[in-house]
Structures are given as structure tokens and as C-alpha cells.
């Protein structure tokens, strides 16, 4: 429209199943914000009136608010939105702060690390960096060590003396790579587990937020049912990345009891005091914050500024949140605010995780190791009897109000994205399957190998199964929109009401056990060949990078595609060219980010995780938030565009 002397905007477009159905004129000042507003037309029109004496054909200028009216009104109903030409985030004092604060953290990195280094007494190589508590201080995706007998007896003096490490050793970037790489063989076997699901995380939210943000596809019947990639076997992985969070839920929960268990021995004895356990609930949160704040920072000040286009002005819809409940983050209740809705609603919306992190542990974790250190047998009972519980309290939830974990299957999808999701009353089960994992005895006799074999191979196939079995009809039929039902409506999953209550309710449980069986075999040195795969030296320092690859990976994806200027075509091999580049950019700034400001944090945190456990010198890096997860995504889509969406 080359004729228009206003600016164009264009109705329709904006997601990966919507098209361009119709454009509009307006003045170069509205933007497709205000285009999408509800009281658009109605100020379009009062507008239009109050000046209908100026133009010199008042019809046509009726005709144009007539015509605008039904677009919106269709517009609004397809939920597709605008697009109106360049859009660019306005600076903000914020975002001014953000730079200096990271300008000095620079600073201060290149300072501490090519600074002039005091000379040093010539110090024999460790022979067990493997179990060095000070790389316990690098990873709050890393189980630390923290046997006090061990720890005595074999520290060696390279570890003494980064432990009396100045104020600038703390910003040295040469000894945090050095930590890097140092695996504990004890627990090496959790380090493959960690890398694989971050990356099945990636691959979850890759696919996800580039087919419902930005332009989305421009063949969408390649990629969503009934038809497309997500049907097929392959595209299961895609909605089984779910799974994804209850792997990394495990693994935390085990942890919690492998540290906690010598740091409360003496509480335990003695009884603990309220003091104790806050001091160890607030140092669990000091050592997230930082990284967490950096990364929140990054996203709500920064992010916005590194692009432009016709579909950036997305950023407001993920901005919003943040103005009203930035502090929800902080308070680690994000997941339950904004009550009600989904989760791709609250503020830097992948962090919910975060938030289940630490509230499990603040229920579940110091309580239950003080009761099995007291009585073991106790203890393991507590754990059991509270693992069933949030397995009924699922199954019950999912029954009575119809849920479905299915992903396209519109209201019930929707419902438990609200309800059940992000909740920890459902993602209890998975904790506790870890922590119970920790809680059994060490086998004294060795199961035999054909009996470890026969339980590997059942709980991995049992895995595979839980991945896939939705290729048998989970997205056999197009995605609901919001207010259908696959029960009522030709949509969604073809599967029986009864068939999908058991998946939904079932499905993590049966999970956990499986993941929770693989844990104790590759622990107990009876993994056989994937036990030994998943101890492999290499996945040592990705598994480290974890939590910060988990929290920086989405804003990877959303700065690349809201940066589109048009709809792509979806190829599986595109898709996979764009989950490797999007891995490898996460992986480096993730390195980045450790080295600046998670690792120099925690070695500066160090004397004040010391001082609050009388009872050992382990320090109190018992951080395995985890907070990979991500997970994983399922509901995205729902939120993204108008029928449902796929993860978040």
C-alpha cells in the first residue's frame, strides 16, 4: 500500500497457524499494542466524530471506523494480534543500572584474574579434586561433598589454600575453570543425568517458543496434528520434555539428604533450633540469588533492547508480568502468582521452577533428615507414606477436575497448567523419589549382575515407553482451542477420558521410580555400560553449567526469533540446526556467567555458609536447586496463540 501515507499494520500473522487476513492505516504513533487494546475502536471512533467536520468525506472516514470495528472483532476473536512496523524498546534508568552493575563486575573479573599474583610456596598437585568441598561452591546443579571424615583426611594443600583465598581470588577466573572439571566419582553418574535432560529441555523449548512467538511457521500443518511432525515418534520427545523437571526434581531431592545428612548429625542429637534451620533455608536461597538476579536483570532491562521489528513488540506481553510481580521471583512464590494463571503469565516465566525448588525444600528437606537421622526407619516411612500422598492427591486432582497433561487438548490442558503444573503438591512425588533414594542403605552384598541388568533395562524401557506411548493418540486430531474439550469437540487427544486420567496421573509417578532405580544402580556401581556413559569426565563442567544454561537458554530463543521479519518453514533438519546453535550460544554464555558472577559469589558467601553450621567445615553449598528444568514446557503454546500451546 504504497499510496497509504500512515503507517501500515496488519492484522493476523503473528502466530504459527494464523495468516495475514486483512491490514489497516493508522498514525505512525499507535503501535500494535494500542491496535490490540480493547478500547481501540470505541477511541477510533469518538476520535473520528469530533473531527468529522475537517474531512471532506465524512462517509468514507465512517466507512474506515465501520471496517476497523469488524476487524478487531475478528482479530480478537482468532487472538492473533497486530503488526505494525518497527518496534524498539524505549531506554529505561533500569536498564542504565543493569550495565554499570555488570560493567563492574567485569571489571572486577579482569582485575582478579590478570592481576599481579602474590608468589607461592611450589604446592603438590591434589590427588582428589574429585571430592575438594570447594567445588561443592561452583555448581547449584552439582551435589557437594561433605563427609567430615573424608574432608579431614584427604584435603590437600592446594585446597587449604584456595579456601584462605582473598578478596580478589573470589573474581579469578583462571581457578574457577580450574574447578570447572572436578568430578566426584561417588556421585559422577548424576552428571550425565543432568546434561541430558538440560538438553532435552532445550530441545522442549526451542521448538516451542519458535513455533508459537514471533511469526511463527508458515506451514503449520508440517508441524501439528493431525498430520504433522508432532504426531510422529520423534515429535513425542518434544511434549515428553516435561519429564525433563522430575528428572532434575530427583536428583535435587537425593542430593538434599546426601549433604544434609552430615551437616544436621549433631542437631539431630541434640535437637535443632528454629535459628539453624532458617540460617540453612536463607544460605540455600544467597547462593541463588545472585545469578538469579543477574539473569532476571538480563531479561527484564536488557533483552528488550537487542533487536527490532515488526514482531519484537512481543516483548511487552513478557514484560507486563515483570512490572506488577517482579518481587514474586524474589519470594520464591512465582509459581502460585499471578493466582490463577497459567504459568507462562508470571514474571520470566521459566523460573517457576525456582520457586518449587526451594519451597520443597523448605517442606520436605531439613524436616525429614532430622527424622531419619534420628530413626532411619522412621525417616524412610515419612518419605514413602508422604511420596504416596502426592501421588493420590494427583490421581484426585486429575480426576475430579479433569485434567489432562496432554498439551493440545484445550480447557483440561489449560486447567492443569493453572492447577497442577507448576505446583509442588504434584511435583512432590519426584523429590521424594530422590530423597528416599538417599535414604536407603548401602548394599553390603552386590545384586547380582544378570538382577542390576534385568532392573536397568526395565526401568529405562519403562522411560521410553512413558516418552512415547502418546504417539498411540495423545495428538491424533487438531489442537483445541481454549474453551473446547476433547470429550465434547473433534480435537485434541483421541485417547479415552479413562486413558488419559491414568497418564495424567500416573505418569510422573511411574517416572520417578524409573529415574529413582537408574540413580541407585549407577550409585551403587551397578549401572554396567550406561552407569559408566553417564559418569564420563566430559559431562562434568556441562552438568556445572546447568543452572545458568537453564535460566539463559529462553532469552537465547526469544531474542532470535522475535528478531524475524518473516514466518519461517519448519524442517526437522532447520529445527535441529537451530537447537545446536541455540545449545552452543547457551552453553558459552552460561560459562560467561559462572565466571563472573555465580562462582565469585559463592567463593565470597563462603565464610558466612561457614560460620552457620558449628557442626561441620563442609560449607553450606547445599544448593542443588537444581533449577534445570526447566522443564519443560508443555502448556506454551496454549498462552502463545489462539488453540493451545506446547511448553513453556
Known amino acids: 500500500m504504497d499510496e497509504c501515507p500512515l503507517q501500515v499494520c496488519l492484522a493476523g500473522g503473528t502466530l504459527r497457524d494464523s495468516l495475514v487476513f486483512a491490514s489497516a492505516c493508522v498514525v505512525p504513533e499507535c503501535n500494535a499494542m494500542d491496535l490490540a487494546a480493547d478500547d481501540f475502536p470505541a477511541r477510533m471512533h469518538l476520535s473520528s466524530r469530533s473531527r468529522v467536520d475537517t474531512y471532506e468525506d465524512p462517509a468514507l472516514i465512517e466507512s474506515y471506523v465501520t471496517s476497523f470495528k469488524r476487524l478487531a472483532k475478528i482479530n480478537r476473536f482468532l487472538k492473533t494480534g497486530w503488526v505494525c512496523g518497527e518496534y524498539k524498546a524505549k531506554w529505561s534508568v533500569g536498564t542504565s543500572l543493569y ?325 509442588p503438591h504434584v511435583r512432590a512425588q519426584s523429590y521424594l523419589a530422590g530423597m528416599l533414594v538417599a535414604m536407603l542403605p548401602p548394599s553390603t552384598v552386590y545384586y547380582g549382575a544378570r538382577t542390576a541388568r534385568a532392573a536397568m533395562v526395565t526401568a529405562l524401557a519403562a522411560m521410553a515407553t512413558m516418552s512415547l506411548i502418546t504417539v498411540t493418540g495423545a495428538y491424533s486430531r487438531r489442537a483445541c482451542q481454549f474453551q473446547e474439550l476433547p470429550s465434547t469437540s473433534d480435537c485434541g487427544s483421541s485417547w479415552s477420558s479413562e486413558a488419559t486420567f491414568l497418564y495424567t496421573a500416573f505418569g510422573r509417578a511411574i517416572w520417578s521410580i524409573c529415574v529413582a532405580t537408574v540413580m541407585r544402580l549407577c550409585l551403587e556401581r551397578q549401572g554396567g555400560l550406561v552407569g559408566a556413559m553417564l559418569s564420563w569426565n566430559i559431562w562434568t563442567p556441562l552438568a556445572h553449567l546447568s543452572f545458568g544454561v537453564y535460566l539463559i537458554h529462553p532469552m537465547i530463543i526469544f531474542i532470535w526469533k522475535l528478531g524475524d521479519r518473516q514466518k519461517s518453514t519448519f524442517r526437522v533438519f532447520s529445527y535441529l540446526m537451530d537447537f545446536t546453535s541455540i545449545t552452543v550460544v547457551s552453553f558459552v554464555f552460561a560459562l560467561l556467567a559462572a565466571l563472573v558472577v555465580e562462582f565469585p559469589f559463592c567463593t565470597l558467601m563462603r565464610p558466612l555458609s561457614s560460620r552457620s553450621s558449628r557442626t561441620s567445615r563442609v560449607q553450606e553449598e547445599e544448593s542443588p536447586l537444581v533449577v534445570q528444568s526447566i522443564e519443560s514446557m508443555t502448556l506454551e503454546y496454549q498462552n502463545s496463540y489462539g488453540t493451545t500451546g506446547v511448553t513453556r
Request: glycine share 6%.
Open 99 to 423: 550495565l554499570l552493575v555488570l560493567a563492574v563486575l567485569l571489571m572486577l573479573s579482569c582485575i582478579g584474574t590478570f592481576r599481579t599474583k602474590p608468589k607461592t610456596k611450589s604446592e603438590p598437585a591434589s590427588t582428589t579434586t574429585g571430592t575438594s568441598e570447594d567445588n561443592s561452591s561452583i555448581d547449584y546443579v552439582e551435589e557437594k561433598k561433605d563427609d567430615m571424615e573424608e574432608q579431614d583426611r584427604i584435603q590437600s594443600p592446594e585446597i587449604s589454600r584456595i579456601q584462605e583465598t582473598n578478596f580478589w581470588d573470589a573474581w579469578d577466573m583462571s581457578i574457577h575453570l580450574k574447578k570447572l572439571c572436578c568430578q566426584r566419582p561417588e556421585t559422577a553418574c548424576l552428571d550425565g543425568l543432568k546434561f541430558g535432560s538440560i538438553l532435552w529441555v532445550i530441545f522442549g523449548h526451542v521448538i516451542a517458543i519458535q513455533s508459537s512467538t514471533g511469526p511463527g511457521y508458515m506451514n503449520p500443518s508440517k508441524f501439528l496434528p493431525p498430520h504433522g511432525f508432532t504426531t510422529t515418534l520423534g515429535g513425542q520427545l518434544f511434549f515428553s520434555a516435561r519429564f525433563a523437571v522430575d528428572t532434575f526434581l530427583c536428583i535435587s531431592g537425593y542430593l538434599v539428604v546426601h549433604i544434609l545428612k552430615t551437616k544436621l548429625q549433631k542437631q539431630a542429637e541434640n535437637g535443632a533450633t528454629w535459628w539453624e534451620l532458617l540460617c540453612l533455608f536463607f544460605i540455600r536461597v544467597l547462593r541463588i540469588l545472585p545469578l538469579y538476579a543477574m539473569c532476571l536483570g538480563f531479561w527484564m532491562f536488557v533483552a528488550p533492547h537487542l533487536g527490532s521489528g515488526p514482531f519484537w513488540y512481543q516483548w511487552q506481553f513478557y514484560m507486563e508480568p515483570c512490572d506488577k510481580y517482579w518481587w514474586t521471583n524474589f519470594l520464591f512464590v512465582n509459581n502460585f502468582l499471578p493466582w490463577g494463571r497459567p504459568t507462562t503469565d508470571s514474571c520470566f516465566y521459566h523460573s517457576w521452577y525456582l520457586a518449587l525448588d526451594i519451597q520443597l525444600f523448605l517442606l520436605c528437606g531439613p524436616w525429614l533428615v532430622l527424622l531419619y537421622l534420628r530413626s532411619k526407619t522412621a525417616g524412610r516411612r515419612m518419605t514413602a507414606l508422604l511420596w504416596t500422598l502426592s501421588v493420590a492427591v494427583t490421581a484426585f486432582l486429575s480426576y475430579t477436575r479433569k485434567w489432562s497433561v496432554n498439551t493440545l487438548d484445550g480447557g483440561s490442558a489449560v486447567l492443569f497448567d493453572i492447577e497442577g503444573y507448576a505446583k
